[in-house]
């Protein structure tokens, strides 16, 4: 055998090893343990729906799948971190409403979440009530927004921090049903339910999870949802759109991501394997238990759902007059 022909079989033998190593490195996915990165503290409802799913991930893929917690600058810690991160699918991030919200909010990121990542699926959403006392003059949100209406600039709408998604809730619940009134921010749900019993505040809008022992132990009454059906807990509390503000939508929810340049087939794979998760019965029966509808969802509903509510949410922020921070 001349040279000539032996170099040639040595090229194709070396080629078929690397097609075949390619080939089996991608088929082992996932090989080592993943990791949810989650941009809010221990114990929340983002957290608990990242475990609850992370849970039955690791059931299926046969490795575990790890959360960290990376609370704190509205999520931009967190989401900066897993979009530098290898691309490899092994290294994964909760967005939710702050990852939409934090491109209207802020001058600058040190990312482009619609560029940088992308979405494998959305997760659940969770609805947000709007709430007064028990001992409330008003019955009805069709009460509040008479007397709204008939007194320019006397309600006052309680929401936890500048720029969260209650906050900007409230804002687009006062934009949206054309009233004047004042939307007050606080430090925290403690603070809003104090200034709320206190009769600082009027009217609290806030995510239905944490009120809801008050709720159903009578201590606050909910005026409405502001989702687009009613809430599973509250059959009996209608919708803003049921009480008179058709064009009011206002919902927080979670969705995982990788980061952009992860090889399209561990993204497919990934998107089939949350989908499962969120289909199993035992873990949309958790998540309905913590006010999360399950949302299972294609890559391109996922995709479509971060730049819709981006777009919105920077919008209403605009709208609202907030100084980006």
Not at 160 to 182: C, M, P, R, W, Y
Not at 184 to 209: H, K, S
Request: aromatic share 4%; glycine share 8%.
């Amino acid at each position: 055998m001349n040279l000539k022909k032996l170099w040639l079989k040595a090229g194709a033998l070396v080629a078929c090893l690397l097609i075949s190593a390619t080939s089996f490195g991608q088929a082992v996915y996932p090989s080592k343990p993943l990791k949810i990165v989650v941009p809010f503290g221990a114990g929340g409802v983002a957290d608990l729906t990242a475990r609850t799913v992370a849970q039955k991930l690791s059931e299926n893929l046969g490795q575990s799948v790890v959360i960290e917690n990376k609370p704190g600058a509205g999520g931009i810690v967190a989401t900066d971190a897993v979009a530098k991160s290898s691309p490899d699918g092994y290294t994964l991030l909760l967005m939710s409403n702050a990852t939409a919200v934090s491109a209207g909010l802020f001058k600058s990121l040190p990312y482009d979440a619609e560029k940088d990542l992308i979405p494998l699926s959305i997760l659940g959403t969770f609805d947000i009530a709007i709430v007064v006392t028990q001992e409330s003059k008003f019955a009805s949100l069709s009460d509040l927004l008479n007397f709204a209406k008939a007194n320019p600039g006397k309600l006052n709408i309680g929401s936890i921090n500048v720029g969260s998604t209650q906050h900007l809730a409230a804002e687009l619940f006062k934009s949206t049903a054309g009233i004047d009134a004042q939307v007050v921010p606080f430090n925290g749900t403690p603070a809003v339910l104090t200034a709320l019993r206190g009769g600082q505040i009027d009217v609290g809008v806030e995510i239905l999870a944490p009120v809801l022992p008050q709720i159903k132990g009578q201590a606050l009454r909910a005026l409405a949802v502001t989702g687009d059906k009613r809430a599973n807990a509250l059959p009996q509390v209608p919708t803003a759109k049921e009480s008179g503000v058709r064009n009011l939508y206002a919902a927080s929810w979670n969705a995982l991501a990788a980061p952009a340049k992860t090889p399209r087939d561990v993204v497919q794979k990934l998107n089939q394997e949350i989908q499962n998760a969120l289909n199993a019965p035992d873990v949309r029966k958790k998540l309905i238990e913590m006010n999360v509808d399950p949302q299972p969802s294609t890559l391109q509903q996922a995709s479509d759902l971060l730049a819709s509510e981006t777009k919105r949410w920077g919008e209403v922020i605009q709208k609202a007059g907030i100084q980006k921070q």
